[in-house]
């Protein structure tokens, strides 16, 4: 799952992320295996592969990345290894690519094999993989000479990250044109970086009047800083496309205007599955348009809409249009404003997506009273849920009830995200017994929020015992350090389950009486806290 922006005042954390523990390297073999053998569009469309030749290809794309990374971390170590895990994580999605768009070996063996003797087809046409630059018209030609040949069977093409100039764009319209009634995939990403607006819109427009008539299943267009000319540009395209399936807009300066040009411009959208909309400036009003959008997508399996500076309005607007999405799997609503009004109305859509795996609603300005309503209408739906993000939230220990009452029917449960809030001791006890009978449980992250040494203890003891954990952050909190000496303890088996915790404070403030918590006092505390929570579970009994 993709990076969302936070809020610049919260501390970054000091940690050294290269090279990846041997548990890291063998989670991510295992990960990529199951990618390799799982039902999906691509294993749908080229072939699962079996588990002996999944675990193989996983592990030589594994073991490439790795040595890829580790080279680059050598010759220019970057401090905490961020560019080189980034480096890694795209190798790996690199090489996982093409072996899922190759498909199982035995079925190209007996291809092979076969009386009539052709050359391996290749579908996809990819210059992406190159350094980042400007391209001309006489390397164009060189370069797309693999397009040109009579009789190819590329059916989708990449020209992302190579920045086309207007002659080189000249070069490749008459390619694009004698290829489009073949294409089915086309992705132009960040192809203009760093031309002069003129020219840019002049080559958008020349690749969009050649392609303009095609039959696409995926358009991403992401990386543009297309704004509403931009959009516009490609008007002829989108105005062609009526069996889209995929179409990506993200980081590409979305304005209100720009939104209302993509929901005018496409003819239908009956077809879409996945629409992300990441990253743009577009606002409530431009929510009203991409709410239309969404409303013509009864289809719609993963929507994305983060960062796109959306307030309780269009909010409000989006969650209603996401209430006609029935089949909605993963829905990624991070680092907006849809506050409590947004909230309670995005609660009402979820009643209606009992197909939901992966939910996303950090940064929302939610506080208890969306947190509530959002948790008790989840509560009842989506029960094959396996990711659940509600961080950086203003979530306090009043809303733990209501959160716990729903994290306990989520039993396919993987991921649960609740850090940057203000659950406490009492708040983080209630979700730790909600965590127990959740056995598939991977990854808990509750950084941040003012929890002290009893509710460490009991979540860090609740989680240490899943089969196949992974990971816990509690960082950025108010542990003691005899608390942090009984974490140590508790994960002494498996220390790499327990993230750093190098941002904790032994003797933060809670804001409540701006005094520090001496041991004496923690302890009185922990009674107090546990006779509250004795209660509780009587008055649960009840």
């Known amino acids: 799952m993709d990076s969302v922006t936070k809020n610049p005042e919260r501390r970054p954390f000091s940690i050294k992320l290269w090279p990846p523990s041997e548990n890291t390297r063998k989670m991510l073999v295992e990960r990529m295996t199951n990618n390799l053998t799982s039902k999906s569009f691509f294993t749908q469309k080229y072939g699962t592969l079996s588990q002996e030749e ?9 073991n490439i990345a790795f040595e890829t990374a580790n080279q680059n971390y050598e ?26 768009k190759r498909g199982p070996k035995v079925e190209a063996d007996k291809e092979a094999g076969s009386d009539i003797t052709s050359a391996p087809r290749e579908i996809c046409f990819d210059i992406s993989k190159g350094r980042r630059a400007f391209i001309e018209a006489e390397e164009a030609e060189e370069l797309l000479k693999p397009l040109k040949e009579p009789r190819n069977s590329y059916t989708q093409i990449c020209f992302s990250n190579r920045s086309f100039g207007l002659e080189a764009a000249r070069v490749t319209e008459p390619i694009l044109v004698s290829l489009k009634d073949q294409l089915k ?6 192809f203009i970086a760093g031309r002069p607006e003129s020219e840019a819109l ?54 209100k205007e720009a939104a209302q040009a993509v929901s005018e411009l496409i003819p239908s959208t009956d077809k879409l599955r996945i629409l992300h909309f990441h990253n743009n400036m577009t606002g409530d009003e431009g929510a009203f348009a991409i709410a239309e959008v969404v409303k013509r997508s009864p289809l719609l399996e993963d929507f994305r809409c983060s960062s796109t500076r959306i307030d309780s309005e269009g909010g409000v607007a989006l969650s209603l249009a996401l209430g006609t999405c029935p089949r909605l799997k993963k829905l990624d609503l991070r680092d907006n404003m849809f506050g409590v009004e947004g909230g309670v109305a995005l609660s009402k859509a979820l009643s209606h997506h009992a197909d939901l795996k992966e939910l996303y609603l950090s940064y929302l300005n939610l506080e208890d009273e969306g947190a509530i309503a959002i948790a008790n209408i989840l509560k009842d739906t989506a029960p094959t849920l396996e990711v659940l993000e509600m961080a950086g939230n203003d979530i306090t220990a ?22 940057e809030n203000e659950l406490k001791d009492e708040g983080t006890i209630q979700i730790s017994k909600a965590l127990e009978g959740l056995i598939k449980l991977k990854k808990v992250d509750m950084n941040t929020n003012l929890i002290r040494r009893a509710g460490a203890r009991v979540l860090a003891q609740t989680v240490v015992q899943k089969p196949d954990f992974q990971l816990l952050n509690i960082n950025g909190n108010f542990i003691s350090d005899e608390g942090i000496d009984e974490l140590k ?36 505390e922990e009674d107090e806290l546990g006779s509250k929570l004795k209660n509780l579970e009587v008055n649960e009994e009840n």
Do not use: W
Not at 86 to 98: G, N
Not at 401 to 419: E, F
Not at 507 to 516: A, I, K, M, Q, T
């Open 489 to 524: 303890d508790i994960f002494k088996k498996f220390p790499n389950m327990l993230g750093p915790l190098d941002e904790n404070d032994p003797e933060g403030e809670d804001g409540n009486d701006g005094e520090s918590v001496a041991d004496g006092e923690e302890e009185e």
């Open 54 to 62: 999944a675990t193989d290809e996983s592990q030589k794309i594994e």
């Open 185 to 190: 995939e086309v992705d132009l990403s960040d």
């Open 75 to 100: 010759k220019q170590p970057d401090g905490d290894g961020g560019a080189a895990v980034q480096l890694y994580a795209k190798e790996c999605s690199r090489l996982l690519l093409e072996v899922l």
């Open 398 to 419: 009043e809303a733990a009830s209501a959160l716990a009452a729903c994290i306990t029917q989520k039993a396919h449960l993987i991921s649960l995200s609740l850090g």
């Open 202 to 255: 002049q080559v958008m427009k020349l690749f969009s009047d050649a392609l303009e008539g095609s039959i696409l299943r995926s358009l991403n267009l992401s990386n543009n800083a297309l704004g509403e000319k931009g959009v516009r540009a490609f008007g002829s395209l989108l105005k062609s496309q009526s069996c889209l399936e995929e179409l990506y807009l993200m980081n590409d300066g979305i304005s």
